[in-house]
């Protein structure tokens, strides 16, 4: 059964999570959802890494979201950068995790806060779903006055990806409406090296079984060797 956390971001705002794995030291993985959406989507796929891998799992609301504290009109990515960094803390700070073997996926805004975490903490192996993309100058705007940067040029999500050493993992949805498949494509171009997967029948979000279900595999396979 998972263990409700808490946990507090820069600013003092209580972050609300769930941990998932077994009683001895084990490979961890971070899980980030979207912009507008919560951690519930993610104890499938926590609970099937404990299972199948021996992981130890966190799933948590980012500031304003769930039942994490904070309003989330008012907050920015740095805000949410810094509830990112606070959870991997968390997540490291568990007894049974070992530090060397921490992974992280990350969907849509996640993918982004993903990408950003990668040059703050160490990252074993990094998964991104559908990764967002913001504008630099745009670090410290609420959500409203925020625009999606360009694919090219510098940015800090492209150049922490173009640092990150490990096995990375880029998933891109064939029919993404919100996405474009430009933006997923810059963090290819950026990185060094990379896997990139099309599931090519599915959307943004995934809201079929199927396509959760062919994610949750396609997860599964690359965390094997975390």
Not at 83 to 110: C, I, K, N, T
């Amino acid at each position: 059964m998972p263990r409700t956390v808490h946990f507090t971001a820069p600013g003092g705002r209580s972050l609300h999570g769930r941990l998932f794995g077994p009683a001895r030291r084990r490979p961890a993985v971070l899980f980030i959802h979207g912009l507008h959406s919560t951690q519930a989507g993610y104890g499938e796929r926590a609970e099937a890494l404990v299972e199948e891998l021996g992981a130890v799992c966190l799933t948590f609301d980012l500031g304003g979201h769930g039942e994490s504290e904070g309003v989330q009109r008012s907050l920015s990515l740095a805000d949410h950068i810094g509830d990112v960094v606070a959870a991997y803390d968390r997540l490291v700070g568990e007894r049974d995790v070992d530090p060397a073997r921490v992974g992280v996926a990350g969907a849509s805004y996640g993918g982004y806060l993903a990408a950003v975490l990668t040059a703050r903490r160490p990252v074993a192996r990094l998964a991104i779903r559908a990764p967002a993309l913001y504008a630099d100058a745009d670090v410290s705007v609420p959500p409203t006055a925020r625009r999606h940067a360009p694919v090219e040029g510098p940015n800090v999500a492209l150049d922490a990806v173009h640092g990150f050493t490990g096995p990375f993992l880029v998933v891109e949805s064939g029919r993404d409406s919100v996405v474009p498949a430009d933006m997923v494509h810059a963090y290819l171009r950026a990185a060094r090296s990379a896997r990139h997967v099309v599931m090519t029948d599915a959307e943004h979000a995934l809201t079929e079984p199927a396509w959760r279900a062919e994610f949750l595999a396609i997860l599964l396979d690359f965390f094997r060797g975390l």
